[in-house]
Protein backbone atom coordinates (compact mmCIF):
# COMPACT_ATOMS: atom_id res chain seq x y z
CA UNK A 1 0.00 0.00 0.00
CA UNK A 2 2.72 2.43 0.95
CA UNK A 3 4.44 1.66 -2.69
CA UNK A 4 0.59 2.49 -4.18
CA UNK A 5 0.56 5.27 -2.32
CA UNK A 6 3.87 6.70 -3.05
CA UNK A 7 3.31 5.59 -6.75
CA UNK A 8 0.31 8.25 -6.68
CA UNK A 9 1.68 10.77 -5.39
CA UNK A 10 4.47 10.58 -8.02
CA UNK A 11 2.43 10.58 -10.55
CA UNK A 12 0.51 13.75 -8.89
CA UNK A 13 3.78 15.65 -8.19
CA UNK A 14 4.08 15.42 -12.04
CA UNK A 15 0.85 16.47 -13.38
CA UNK A 16 1.40 19.42 -10.86
CA UNK A 17 4.81 20.40 -12.07
CA UNK A 18 3.12 20.04 -15.91
CA UNK A 19 0.11 22.23 -14.98
CA UNK A 20 2.41 24.76 -13.30
CA UNK A 21 4.62 24.91 -16.45
CA UNK A 22 1.37 25.22 -18.39
CA UNK A 23 0.22 28.02 -16.10
CA UNK A 24 3.79 29.60 -16.13
CA UNK A 25 4.01 29.91 -19.80
CA UNK A 26 0.42 30.90 -20.23
CA UNK A 27 1.19 34.19 -17.56
CA UNK A 28 4.24 35.25 -19.05
CA UNK A 29 2.64 35.49 -22.46
CA UNK A 30 -0.60 37.54 -21.59
CA UNK A 31 1.65 39.59 -19.11
CA UNK A 32 2.71 41.80 -21.47
CA UNK A 33 -0.85 42.29 -22.95
CA UNK A 34 -1.88 42.83 -19.39
CA UNK A 35 0.36 46.23 -18.71
CA UNK A 36 -0.51 47.45 -22.32
CA UNK A 37 -4.25 47.23 -21.24
CA UNK A 38 -4.08 48.48 -17.80
CA UNK A 39 -5.14 44.78 -16.71
CA UNK A 40 -2.69 45.63 -13.45
CA UNK A 41 -4.72 47.69 -10.57
CA UNK A 42 -3.33 48.10 -7.10
CA UNK A 43 -5.44 47.32 -4.34
CA UNK A 44 -4.78 49.25 -0.86
CA UNK A 45 -5.11 48.05 2.60
CA UNK A 46 -4.92 50.26 5.82
CA UNK A 47 -2.10 50.48 8.13
CA UNK A 48 -3.17 51.33 11.90
CA UNK A 49 -1.12 53.66 13.94
CA UNK A 50 -2.23 52.70 17.47
CA UNK A 51 -0.30 55.72 19.23
CA UNK A 52 -2.34 57.73 17.41
CA UNK A 53 -5.40 55.95 16.99
CA UNK A 54 -5.36 56.39 12.99
CA UNK A 55 -4.95 55.18 9.06
CA UNK A 56 -1.15 55.80 9.28
CA UNK A 57 -1.04 54.67 5.25
CA UNK A 58 -2.12 51.76 3.28
CA UNK A 59 0.05 49.08 1.75
CA UNK A 60 -0.49 48.57 -2.23
CA UNK A 61 -1.63 44.29 -2.98
CA UNK A 62 -1.32 44.30 -6.41
CA UNK A 63 -4.31 42.52 -8.73
CA UNK A 64 -4.59 41.48 -11.96
CA UNK A 65 -8.27 42.21 -13.68
CA UNK A 66 -7.77 39.20 -16.33
CA UNK A 67 -10.09 39.00 -18.96
CA UNK A 68 -11.20 35.31 -18.41
CA UNK A 69 -10.22 34.35 -14.96
CA UNK A 70 -11.33 37.29 -12.75
CA UNK A 71 -9.47 39.50 -10.51
CA UNK A 72 -5.84 37.38 -9.56
CA UNK A 73 -4.11 38.00 -6.41
CA UNK A 74 -0.14 37.39 -6.80
CA UNK A 75 -0.26 34.31 -6.05
CA UNK A 76 -1.41 33.38 -9.17
CA UNK A 77 0.95 35.01 -11.36
CA UNK A 78 4.03 36.93 -9.41
CA UNK A 79 6.11 33.54 -9.03
CA UNK A 80 5.87 33.24 -12.72
CA UNK A 81 6.91 36.32 -13.50
CA UNK A 82 9.98 36.26 -11.05
CA UNK A 83 13.29 36.69 -13.54
CA UNK A 84 11.65 37.27 -16.28
CA UNK A 85 11.84 40.70 -18.09
CA UNK A 86 8.44 41.40 -16.60
CA UNK A 87 9.46 41.28 -12.94
CA UNK A 88 11.42 44.60 -13.25
CA UNK A 89 8.07 46.11 -15.89
CA UNK A 90 5.62 44.92 -13.26
CA UNK A 91 7.63 46.36 -10.44
CA UNK A 92 8.02 49.67 -12.18
CA UNK A 93 4.37 50.00 -12.94
CA UNK A 94 3.47 49.24 -9.26
CA UNK A 95 6.04 51.69 -8.02
CA UNK A 96 4.98 54.43 -10.58
CA UNK A 97 1.25 53.90 -9.81
CA UNK A 98 2.26 54.08 -5.94
CA UNK A 99 4.23 57.52 -6.47
CA UNK A 100 1.39 59.03 -8.76
CA UNK A 101 -0.95 58.56 -5.89
CA UNK A 102 1.20 59.77 -3.50
CA UNK A 103 1.06 62.86 -5.90
CA UNK A 104 -2.73 63.15 -5.46
CA UNK A 105 -2.61 62.35 -1.68
CA UNK A 106 -0.03 65.74 -1.62
CA UNK A 107 -1.93 67.45 -3.44
CA UNK A 108 -5.81 66.73 -1.97
CA UNK A 109 -3.72 67.27 1.64
CA UNK A 110 -4.52 63.71 2.41
CA UNK A 111 -1.15 62.84 5.12
CA UNK A 112 -1.41 59.11 4.24
CA UNK A 113 2.11 56.66 3.50
CA UNK A 114 1.99 53.99 0.57
CA UNK A 115 3.92 50.72 1.17
CA UNK A 116 5.05 49.02 -2.10
CA UNK A 117 6.27 45.17 -2.23
CA UNK A 118 9.42 44.65 -4.12
CA UNK A 119 10.40 41.65 -5.78
CA UNK A 120 13.64 39.71 -5.56
CA UNK A 121 15.14 40.29 -8.98
CA UNK A 122 13.87 43.97 -9.12
CA UNK A 123 15.28 44.78 -5.93
CA UNK A 124 18.26 43.11 -6.57
CA UNK A 125 18.67 43.57 -10.12
CA UNK A 126 21.68 45.84 -11.70
CA UNK A 127 18.88 48.50 -12.62
CA UNK A 128 17.15 48.99 -9.08
CA UNK A 129 18.64 52.11 -8.57
CA UNK A 130 18.11 53.81 -11.76
CA UNK A 131 13.88 52.36 -11.99
CA UNK A 132 13.97 54.00 -8.63
CA UNK A 133 15.33 57.73 -9.59
CA UNK A 134 13.41 57.75 -13.14
CA UNK A 135 10.13 56.81 -10.70
CA UNK A 136 10.77 59.85 -8.07
CA UNK A 137 12.08 62.14 -10.29
CA UNK A 138 10.69 65.94 -9.66
CA UNK A 139 9.41 64.18 -6.46
CA UNK A 140 9.69 66.37 -3.82
CA UNK A 141 10.92 65.63 -0.25
CA UNK A 142 7.64 65.72 1.60
CA UNK A 143 6.25 63.36 -0.97
CA UNK A 144 9.23 60.64 -1.35
CA UNK A 145 9.16 60.29 2.59
CA UNK A 146 5.70 59.06 1.80
CA UNK A 147 6.71 55.86 0.12
CA UNK A 148 8.28 52.95 1.93
CA UNK A 149 9.38 49.88 -0.03
CA UNK A 150 8.62 46.27 1.20
CA UNK A 151 11.64 44.05 1.21
CA UNK A 152 11.40 40.77 2.13
CA UNK A 153 13.71 39.39 4.91
CA UNK A 154 15.11 36.64 2.75
CA UNK A 155 15.77 38.63 -0.50
CA UNK A 156 17.84 41.09 2.28
CA UNK A 157 20.01 37.41 2.88
CA UNK A 158 20.15 36.79 -0.73
CA UNK A 159 22.66 39.07 -1.55
CA UNK A 160 24.19 41.23 1.10
CA UNK A 161 26.33 43.66 -0.80
CA UNK A 162 24.03 44.00 -2.97
CA UNK A 163 21.29 44.51 -0.54
CA UNK A 164 23.30 47.02 1.75
CA UNK A 165 23.81 48.93 -1.47
CA UNK A 166 20.53 49.28 -2.68
CA UNK A 167 19.26 50.12 1.07
CA UNK A 168 21.73 52.75 0.60
CA UNK A 169 20.15 53.94 -2.40
CA UNK A 170 16.96 54.16 -1.21
CA UNK A 171 18.14 56.11 1.83
CA UNK A 172 20.06 58.71 -0.55
CA UNK A 173 16.35 59.21 -2.58
CA UNK A 174 14.55 59.77 0.69
CA UNK A 175 12.47 56.64 0.63
CA UNK A 176 11.85 54.32 3.69
CA UNK A 177 12.42 50.69 3.65
CA UNK A 178 10.59 48.12 5.28
CA UNK A 179 11.78 44.08 5.97
CA UNK A 180 8.81 42.37 4.87
CA UNK A 181 7.62 39.01 6.24
CA UNK A 182 10.14 38.95 8.72
CA UNK A 183 10.80 36.38 11.40
CA UNK A 184 11.06 34.31 8.55
CA UNK A 185 14.74 34.49 6.86
CA UNK A 186 16.64 34.07 10.23
CA UNK A 187 18.81 37.56 10.50
CA UNK A 188 21.90 37.07 12.29
CA UNK A 189 21.34 40.40 14.94
CA UNK A 190 24.90 41.64 12.97
CA UNK A 191 23.42 41.34 9.59
CA UNK A 192 19.86 43.06 11.67
CA UNK A 193 22.31 45.95 12.54
CA UNK A 194 23.45 46.86 9.18
CA UNK A 195 20.65 46.18 7.45
CA UNK A 196 19.42 50.35 7.90
CA UNK A 197 15.80 49.50 7.17
CA UNK A 198 13.47 52.21 9.01
CA UNK A 199 10.41 49.51 9.70
CA UNK A 200 10.20 45.93 10.57
CA UNK A 201 7.24 43.90 9.87
CA UNK A 202 6.42 40.85 11.63
CA UNK A 203 5.53 38.00 9.48
CA UNK A 204 1.27 36.89 9.61
CA UNK A 205 2.70 33.27 10.96
CA UNK A 206 3.78 34.48 14.05
CA UNK A 207 0.72 37.23 14.42
CA UNK A 208 -1.79 34.47 13.98
CA UNK A 209 0.19 31.53 16.36
CA UNK A 210 0.61 34.15 18.93
CA UNK A 211 -2.35 33.74 20.87
CA UNK A 212 -2.44 29.79 21.07
CA UNK A 213 1.57 29.39 21.05
CA UNK A 214 3.50 30.85 23.75
CA UNK A 215 6.85 30.34 20.82
CA UNK A 216 5.19 32.58 18.90
CA UNK A 217 4.44 34.91 21.58
CA UNK A 218 8.15 34.82 22.49
CA UNK A 219 9.48 35.34 18.87
CA UNK A 220 7.01 38.46 18.59
CA UNK A 221 8.27 39.88 21.71
CA UNK A 222 11.55 39.24 20.66
CA UNK A 223 11.80 41.22 17.43
CA UNK A 224 9.49 44.01 19.44
CA UNK A 225 12.95 44.21 21.70
CA UNK A 226 14.83 43.78 18.85
CA UNK A 227 13.34 46.75 16.68
CA UNK A 228 13.00 49.06 19.81
CA UNK A 229 16.68 48.85 20.53
CA UNK A 230 17.70 49.51 17.32
CA UNK A 231 14.96 52.15 17.01
CA UNK A 232 13.31 50.30 14.13
CA UNK A 233 9.40 51.38 13.10
CA UNK A 234 7.43 47.69 13.96
CA UNK A 235 4.43 46.82 12.06
CA UNK A 236 2.51 43.54 12.72
CA UNK A 237 0.53 42.25 9.86
CA UNK A 238 -2.39 39.27 9.75
CA UNK A 239 -3.98 40.98 12.85
CA UNK A 240 -7.56 38.75 12.43
CA UNK A 241 -9.10 39.83 15.89
CA UNK A 242 -9.15 42.12 19.30
CA UNK A 243 -7.29 39.99 21.38
CA UNK A 244 -4.14 39.80 18.63
CA UNK A 245 -4.48 43.74 18.58
CA UNK A 246 -4.34 43.94 22.61
CA UNK A 247 -1.94 41.34 22.88
CA UNK A 248 0.48 43.71 20.38
CA UNK A 249 0.26 47.11 21.65
CA UNK A 250 0.54 45.22 24.65
CA UNK A 251 3.80 44.17 23.51
CA UNK A 252 4.97 47.51 22.40
CA UNK A 253 4.33 47.29 17.98
CA UNK A 254 3.49 50.60 16.63
CA UNK A 255 1.50 49.97 13.76
CA UNK A 256 -0.88 47.38 12.56
CA UNK A 257 -2.67 45.86 9.37
CA UNK A 258 -5.19 42.85 8.89
CA UNK A 259 -8.51 42.00 8.22
CA UNK A 260 -9.63 42.61 11.71
CA UNK A 261 -9.43 46.34 10.00
CA UNK A 262 -9.77 45.44 6.34
CA UNK A 263 -8.64 43.57 3.36
CA UNK A 264 -7.22 44.95 0.85
CA UNK A 265 -9.51 47.36 -1.52
CA UNK A 266 -9.23 49.48 -4.91
CA UNK A 267 -8.13 52.99 -4.23
CA UNK A 268 -11.56 54.96 -3.86
CA UNK A 269 -13.14 52.36 -1.52
CA UNK A 270 -9.98 52.65 0.26
CA UNK A 271 -9.92 56.30 0.78
CA UNK A 272 -13.59 56.15 1.82
CA UNK A 273 -13.02 53.97 4.31
CA UNK A 274 -10.06 55.66 5.64
CA UNK A 275 -11.92 59.10 5.68
CA UNK A 276 -14.16 57.24 8.13
CA UNK A 277 -11.63 55.36 9.97
CA UNK A 278 -12.65 55.79 14.09
CA UNK A 279 -10.22 53.83 16.37
CA UNK A 280 -13.85 53.08 18.75
CA UNK A 281 -16.04 51.20 15.93
CA UNK A 282 -13.34 49.30 14.75
CA UNK A 283 -14.41 46.26 15.73
CA UNK A 284 -17.46 46.48 13.94
CA UNK A 285 -15.91 46.76 10.69
CA UNK A 286 -14.25 43.77 11.58
CA UNK A 287 -17.64 41.36 10.49
P1 LIG B 1 2.75 40.58 1.90
O1 LIG B 1 3.50 41.74 1.39
O2 LIG B 1 3.22 39.95 3.16
O3 LIG B 1 1.26 41.09 2.00
C1 LIG B 1 0.33 40.65 2.94
C2 LIG B 1 -0.60 39.61 2.35
O4 LIG B 1 -1.41 39.12 3.41
C3 LIG B 1 -1.58 40.15 1.32
O5 LIG B 1 -1.92 39.09 0.43
C4 LIG B 1 -2.79 40.50 2.17
O6 LIG B 1 -4.01 40.52 1.45
C5 LIG B 1 -2.77 39.38 3.16
N1 LIG B 1 -3.36 39.77 4.44
C6 LIG B 1 -3.42 40.99 5.00
N2 LIG B 1 -4.02 40.95 6.19
C7 LIG B 1 -4.36 39.67 6.41
C8 LIG B 1 -5.02 38.97 7.48
O7 LIG B 1 -5.43 39.55 8.48
N3 LIG B 1 -5.18 37.62 7.34
C9 LIG B 1 -4.74 36.96 6.24
N4 LIG B 1 -4.94 35.66 6.17
N5 LIG B 1 -4.11 37.57 5.21
C10 LIG B 1 -3.93 38.91 5.30
P2 LIG B 1 -1.85 39.26 -1.14
O8 LIG B 1 -2.42 40.58 -1.55
O9 LIG B 1 -2.41 38.02 -1.74
O10 LIG B 1 -0.30 39.32 -1.42
C11 LIG B 1 0.52 38.21 -1.16
C12 LIG B 1 1.98 38.56 -1.34
O11 LIG B 1 2.24 38.90 -2.70
C13 LIG B 1 2.40 39.78 -0.54
O12 LIG B 1 2.68 39.41 0.79
C14 LIG B 1 3.63 40.22 -1.30
O13 LIG B 1 4.76 39.48 -0.90
C15 LIG B 1 3.27 39.85 -2.72
N6 LIG B 1 2.83 41.06 -3.43
C16 LIG B 1 1.63 41.69 -3.40
N7 LIG B 1 1.62 42.77 -4.20
C17 LIG B 1 2.86 42.83 -4.74
C18 LIG B 1 3.51 43.74 -5.65
O14 LIG B 1 2.95 44.74 -6.11
N8 LIG B 1 4.81 43.45 -5.99
C19 LIG B 1 5.47 42.39 -5.47
N9 LIG B 1 6.75 42.17 -5.86
N10 LIG B 1 4.91 41.55 -4.60
C20 LIG B 1 3.62 41.76 -4.24
MG1 LIG C 1 4.24 43.39 2.06
MG1 LIG D 1 4.27 40.48 4.74
MG1 LIG E 1 3.96 37.72 2.86
Same mark, same amino acid.
Given at each position: ?60 ? =? ?16 ? &? ?13 ? =? ?9 ? &? ?14 ? &? ?19 ? *?????? /? ?14 ? +? ?24 ? =???? =? ?26 ? *??? /? ?6 ? /? ?14 ? +? ?37
Amino acid at each position: AAKEAGKNHYVLFDLDSHHSRKERIRVIEQMGAALAQDELELYYQPKIHFGRRQVEGFEAL =LRWNHPEDGVLGPGHFLD &HIEYTEYACKVGNFV =LEEAIARLRDF &HSRNLPYSISVNLSPS &HFLGPGFREDLERALCDCPAE *IRSRLI /LEVLETTALDDTDRVL +EHLAACRELGVDVSLDDFGTGYSSLD =LFRR =LTAQEIKIDRSFVTDMLTNPDSEMIVSA *IVS /LSKSFRRR /LLAEGIESAEAEARLI +ELGCDLGQGFFYSKPMPLAPALEWAACFDWESRRDRSA
